[in-house]
């Protein structure tokens, strides 16, 4: 099966603190994805990799960064964090070609006071 | 750009009732197309897809049909079970590339004895 892994579930913390969120994927996938969710707007995207060492901004990027050193993990930064960040972050995987399946984890439930 | 619109929610049905959750889309070019379900506390997963006009995507009992003429991808299921419970996204994939997906905002369905 494929897993994908999320370095917490649940964090909690203060404006400006620098946020890093973790994901891991075990199924050699090319193509990783963060997105935040929120009551009543469903997914957006807020940035994803092809590769290692490439990025492409979705469509909520501002206020976020990532970096992708490793086939396996993506990694989100908030850099300095802000109330509106508050939300549920999720991570995804898929394999470059063929199959459009994304395989998610659990999420993170993250917090700014 | 593409776009998926989805019937707002809650949905709630006693158990065995019927289920239609509505699904319309735009796009540009031949898109793939998702049902996601997100369980309580959980990430989501893949529930069903189809590839192009006219497929039936099943699994669990739920189904949905990929109409070209009505961009329209609902899906049903005969007879829901409270453990069915859950948030229903529908997607849309974008055949250009990176397979980039466009998500609905999500029907959050509950199911009572």
């Known amino acids: 099966d494929v897993k994908v892994t999320q370095s917490s579930r649940y964090l909690v913390k203060r404006t400006g603190e620098k946020v890093f969120l973790e994901c891991v994927q075990d199924m050699d996938h090319e193509n990783m994805f963060w997105y935040r969710q929120d009551p009543g707007l469903g997914l957006r995207l807020i940035y994803f990799s092809y590769d290692v060492k490439m990025k492409e901004k979705g469509d909520i990027p501002e206020g976020y960064s990532v970096s992708r050193e490793k086939k396996e993990r993506f990694s989100l930064i908030l850099e300095s964090a802000s109330t509106n960040q508050t939300s549920m972050y999720l991570c995804?995987?898929?394999?470059?070609?063929?199959?459009?399946?994304?395989?998610f984890g659990p999420g993170t439930r993250l917090l700014v006071l | 750009g593409d776009s998926v619109t989805q019937m707002e929610g809650p949905v709630t049905l006693s158990e065995e009732a019927f289920l239609t959750i509505n699904c319309t889309y735009t796009?540009?070019?031949?898109?793939?197309l998702f049902w996601y379900v997100q369980y309580p506390g959980e990430g989501l997963q893949l529930l069903l897809k189809a590839t192009k006009a006219d497929d039936k995507g099943s699994n669990k009992g739920f189904e949905a049909t990929y109409r070209k003429e009505t961009t329209s991808f609902h899906l049903e299921k005969g007879s829901v079970q409270v453990s069915d419970s859950a948030v229903y996204f529908c997607?849309?994939?974008?055949?250009?590339?990176?397979?980039?997906?466009?998500f609905g905002t999500g029907t959050k369905l509950q199911v009572i004895p």
């Open positions: 997607a849309l994939s974008d055949p250009g590339g990176y397979q980039k997906v466009t």
């Open positions: 796009a540009t070019g031949y898109p793939s």
């Open positions: 995804a995987s898929s394999f470059y070609r063929g199959e459009e399946t994304q395989y």
